[in-house]
T-cell receptor, first 113, second 113 residues
Framework: DGGITQSPKYLFRKEGQNVTLSCEQN?????MYWYRQDPGQGLRLIYY???????QKGDIAEGYSVSREKKESFPLTVTSAQKNPTAFYLC????????????FGSGTRLTVV | QKEVEQDPGPLSVPEGAIVSLNCTYS??????FMWYRQYSRKGPELLMY????GNKEDGRFTAQVDKSSKYISLFIRDSQPSDSATYLC?????????????FGEGTQLTVNP
């Protein structure tokens, strides 16, 4: 079945560490997105990519980095510069028609310990 | 002011009630309107989408769009405990490939048996 796979489901980070969240899709979608979800704040866009080897900052990109070397993969690195990284992270992709909504992954819960 | 406003709730109803969830928006360029359902600690899943104004029905769910008032609604008839989730509205314009969705904050719904 086509879909988006995020891993790991739970991730713990020590202070000062960089961690990478994986996102893989087999939907043949060009566009991919990373969102952060905090209680009471809805979904906030971190980075998005419309095509391989190209990506744009979203609303809260500081302290995060991404790469898009393959169409299927859009990993997110949470760097030590991100001061409040504890959150639920969601990856999504979108097809090439305007009425397509997003397909979301199941999310990664990142906790700083 | 946010582009999309959604009452975060929480909303608690008895089983069998009719539930009304709403969003207002300010951007007149929005043409596609979607509702996502998100269970706790899961990724959102697309529930319904509509284009421009009008109604769309799918089983117990009805989506309405009133572009003149910049107001969209999701109605759930004969609500069930399994409908307990957070409901997010989302919107986009006519632009194709890769455009981002704009989300409401989400409304937390609990249906009590």
């Amino acid at each position: 079945d086509g879909g988006i796979t995020q891993s790991p489901k739970y991730l713990f980070r020590k202070e000062g560490q960089n961690v990478t969240l994986s996102c893989e899709q087999n939907l043949n979608h060009d566009a991919m997105y990373w969102y952060r979800q905090d209680p009471g704040q809805g979904l906030r866009l971190i980075y998005y990519s419309q095509i391989v080897n190209d990506f744009q900052k979203g609303d809260i990109a500081e302290g995060y980095s991404v790469s898009r070397e393959k169409k299927e993969s859009f990993p997110l690195t949470v760097t030590s510069a991100q001061k409040n990284p504890t959150a639920f992270y969601l990856c999504a992709s979108r097809g090439d028609r305007a009425f397509y909504g997003y397909t979301f992954g199941s999310g990664t819960r990142l906790t700083v310990v | 002011q946010k582009e999309v406003e959604q009452d975060p709730g929480p909303l608690s109803v008895p089983e069998g009630a009719i539930v009304s969830l709403n969003c207002t928006y300010s951007n007149s360029a929005f043409q596609y309107f979607m509702w996502y359902r998100q269970y706790s600690r899961k990724g959102p899943e697309l529930l319904m989408y509509t284009y421009s104004s009008g109604n769309k029905e799918d089983g117990r769910f009805t989506a309405q769009v009133d572009k003149s008032s910049k107001y969209i609604s999701l109605f759930i008839r004969d609500s069930q405990p399994s409908d307990s989730a957070t409901y997010l509205c989302a919107m986009s314009g006519l632009e194709t490939s890769g455009s981002r969705l704009t989300f409401g904050e989400g409304t937390q719904l609990t249906v009590n048996p």
